[in-house]
C-alpha cells in the first residue's frame, strides 16, 4: 500500500491550495482516508478525516471552516481542500489510511495502518 500526498507549496496568508491523496496500488474508496500535518517543534496533530463507506467526515477545530476533505473515486484521490491559510498552517502534511478505523480514533496516528509521504506546506508573507 503505497500513499502520496501531494499538492504542497509556499503561499501566502490568506490564500488556498488543495491538497491530494492517490494511490497507484489500492483503491482509496475502501479505506478512511485522514490527513494530518506536523510542523518543525511540533506533534504530529491530525486535523481532518473522511470515511470509507459513510463518507463521513472529521475536522480538528484548528481547521474547522476553513478545511474540507473530499473524495473522487473515479481518479482515486482525496483531496484536501485549504483555504484562508495561515502561518501556523505551515507544516508537512500527510495523508493516511486504514480499512477498519475505529469511531472517535480520527485524530489519532496509531488509528491508521497506512503512511504516505508528507508534503511540505508553506504559508509566508
Known amino acids: 500500500v503505497q500513499l502520496q500526498a501531494s499538492g504542497g507549496g509556499l503561499v501566502q496568508p490568506g490564500d488556498s491550495l488543495r491538497l491530494s491523496c492517490a494511490a497507484s496500488?489500492?483503491?482509496?474508496?475502501?479505506?478512511?482516508i485522514g490527513w494530518f500535518r506536523q510542523a518543525p517543534g511540533k506533534e504530529r496533530e491530525g486535523i481532518s478525516c473522511?470515511?470509507?463507506?459513510?463518507?463521513?467526515?472529521y475536522y480538528a477545530d484548528s481547521v474547522k471552516g476553513r478545511f474540507t476533505v473530499s473524495r473522487d473515486n473515479a481518479k482515486n484521490t482525496v483531496y484536501l481542500q485549504m483555504n484562508s491559510l495561515k502561518p501556523e498552517d505551515m507544516a508537512v502534511y500527510y495523508c493516511?489510511?486504514?480499512?477498519?478505523?475505529?469511531?472517535?480514533?480520527?485524530?489519532?496516528?496509531?488509528?491508521?495502518?497506512?503512511w504516505g509521504q508528507g508534503t511540505l506546506v508553506t504559508v509566508s508573507s
Open positions: 473522511i470515511g470509507s463507506s459513510d463518507g463521513k467526515t
Open positions: 496500488d489500492f483503491t482509496l474508496d475502501s479505506y478512511a
Open positions: 493516511v489510511a486504514d480499512k477498519r478505523l475505529r469511531p472517535g480514533r480520527e485524530s489519532t496516528p496509531t488509528g491508521y495502518e497506512y
